[in-house]
């Protein structure tokens, strides 16, 4: 075990860790390995040398982009995390981040804190909720947390779902049959399974059963179990499918609950089941509930910024 003590010049120390030491919490998730203590204008990191290396490398570039930049958002943070140092990949410095191998060389990992905190609940619980607005890669995270228990023989297959309910439009108008109808809703997690698993491998497993997507009405009386279960948009199902999808859970399941609380389709005269349910379940031990927020947006810098202004709007 090895100490290093880093010195903090040239900026403002607060505007490198941020207020109440935000920043800094945010950049302690990716050296889960180090032990990091900010004592004013210096950092204490403890813990293996090339880790400290590392670490003094990455808090060496958080400064520089300050002070040439003026400001450093969580934003900045994360992508100067992923970028490459001394020619060397910080995602293949930390193996344990990596979710899933996916095609053409792509390494999906958690890109954002709220990301890595869904991945560490979903170890230790059964039943998780990630909640929060659109871009924050709720599902995709959870589609890759599913497809590595399927590739770790954890479960036995993967079930995606979603309430059969339209964003505006109207699923009586569109061609052809209930799935047909129903693709491109969860285009999302064809997309994110797209990227995971090779095509062909992704059609044998959809055909025979390996991997199901089906709509929320169609998990009425089925037990289950061996699987990971994903319900994805979950602000559409009203509170007598949620229960019926709660109660679906069978022997060695896992369940991720994904929805965004200010994105509600349903008629009027509904009410949404994904309230309801977490505050009915908020202190049950195995279950947890992930929030996520506009820190959490990894598509374009608007999209942040657009949800804050409509946040604002409603407050």
Not at 29 to 39: A, N
Not at 49 to 73: G, N, R, V
Not at 225 to 244: C, G
Not at 268 to 292: D, E, M, P, Y
Request: hydrophobic share 40%.
């Amino acid at each position: 075990m090895n100490e290093k003590i880093i010195e903090i010049s040239g900026v403002n120390p607060v505007e490198l860790f941020g207020v109440n030491e935000v920043k800094l919490s945010l950049i302690k998730t990716y050296f889960p390995k180090l032990k990091v203590v900010s004592r004013g204008d210096t950092l204490k990191a403890i813990g293996d040398d090339e880790e400290i290396k590392l670490f003094e490398s990455k808090i060496a570039l958080l400064i520089a982009h300050l002070l040439k930049y003026k400001q450093l958002t969580e934003n900045n943070i994360e992508r100067l995390m992923d970028e490459t140092t001394n020619g060397e990949s910080q995602t293949l410095k930390h193996d344990d981040d990596i979710l899933v191998f996916g095609n053409a060389g792509l390494i999906v990992k958690p890109k954002t804190a709220n990301q890595r905190k869904l991945v560490k609940e979903s170890e230790k619980n059964d039943l998780v909720f990630a909640v929060g607005p659109a871009g924050t890669g709720k599902s995709y995270t959870a589609v890759a947390l599913a497809v590595r228990a399927l590739k770790n023989k954890e479960v036995r297959r993967i079930i995606l779902t979603r309430p059969a309910v339209e964003a505006g439009e109207h699923l009586g108008f569109l061609p052809g049959d209930l799935k047909e109808k129903l693709d491109p809703y969860l285009q999302p997690l064809y997309d994110a399974l797209r990227d995971m698993i090779p095509a062909e491998k992704l059609k044998e497993m959809l055909e025979d059963g390996t991997i199901q997507i089906a709509p929320l009405a169609f998990m009425r009386g089925r037990t289950l179990d061996r699987a990971f279960v994903i319900l994805d948009e979950a602000q559409n199902a009203t509170k007598s499918q949620f229960k019926m999808f709660l109660t679906r859970m069978g022997k060695s399941a896992k369940f991720i609950i994904n929805g965004d609380e200010t994105q509600v389709d349903l008629p009027r005269n509904q009410q949404s089941g994904l309230t309801q349910a977490i505050s009915l379940l908020n202190n049950v031990k195995g279950i947890s509930i992930v929030r996520f927020d506009e820190k959490d947006v990894i598509r374009h810098d608007l999209v942040k910024k657009i949800i804050i202004a409509y946040k604002d709007q409603k407050e």
